[in-house]
């Protein structure tokens, strides 16, 4: 089985800086999909940003990027410019491509704090 | 395209009911999975539905179940509630292709009293 650890329980970052969250998985698959959800206090799960895993390159959306590494089964989120909106808890989600369906396994969540 | 819709948003029961919960899903989206969210054990998937037919099941009691019909729309339904089953119920469609993101509804959210 799958499993997603994030081990960061809460970070905390200055508005308009930068900061990385982090997401390590464990699986024996060679193709999956990777994920991040934001869910802000409305508790409304949504996707930031997501990475096939037989893509080399990171994915980037607009000020959202991933540092993948699929040797080290790693999978960062780096978010620039941070704004307020950005607060919220950052889900990272792991998804089989080698199996049929949508199931996501999720990692325990990092609440990210942005001051102003 | 309107996003996914779940109804009630928010139930209290008290322990031994059942309940029903509903799930919308964006149109054109034929998957259609539920999760549950609490404190202590945080996401768990629950089961998924994909062309009415269960494709994946998650590590519940028999106690929770679910259907699909043939417009999509789905129902989770929980039998003799516990005080445990407290949490945000999360129903999520996806778009049947290569990646088949999840695009996830606002929640129910069920407090078992």
């Known amino acids: 089985a799958q499993t997603v650890t994030q081990s960061q329980p809460e970070m905390s970052v200055q508005e308009a800086e930068t900061v990385t969250l982090s997401c390590t998985y464990d699986?024996?698959?060679?193709?999956?999909?990777l994920f991040w959800y934001k869910q802000p206090p409305s508790r409304q799960m949504i996707l930031v940003i997501r990475?096939?895993?037989?893509?080399?390159q990171n994915a980037t959306e607009n000020r959202f990027s991933v540092n993948f590494q699929k040797a080290a089964k790693s999978f960062s989120l780096k978010i620039s410019d941070s704004q307020l909106g950005d607060a919220a808890m950052y889900f990272c989600?792991?998804?089989?491509?080698?199996?049929?369906?949508?199931?996501?396994?999720f990692g325990e969540g990092t609440q990210l704090t942005v001051n102003p | 395209k309107a996003g996914v819709t779940q109804t009630p948003r928010y139930l209290i029961k008290t322990r031994g009911q059942q309940v029903t919960l509903s799930c919308s899903p964006i149109?054109?989206?034929?998957?259609v999975s539920w999760y549950q969210q609490t404190p202590g054990q945080g996401l768990q998937f629950l089961f998924e539905?994909?062309?009415?037919?269960?494709?994946n099941k998650g590590n519940f009691p028999g106690r929770f179940s679910g259907r699909q019909f043939s417009n999509s729309r789905s129902e989770m339904n929980v039998s003799t509630l516990e005080l445990g089953d407290s949490a945000l119920y999360l129903c999520?469609?996806?778009?049947?292709?290569?990646?088949?993101?999840?695009?996830f509804g606002p929640g129910t959210r069920l407090l078992v009293l």
């Open positions: 149109s054109g989206h034929r998957s």
């Open positions: 699986t024996s698959e060679s193709d999956y999909y």
């Open positions: 999520a469609s996806s778009d049947p292709g290569t990646v088949e993101t999840q695009y």
């Open positions: 539905y994909f062309s009415e037919t269960q494709r």
């Open positions: 990475q096939e895993a037989y893509k080399q």
């Open positions: 989600a792991y998804r089989s491509a080698e199996t049929s369906g949508s199931r996501l396994t």
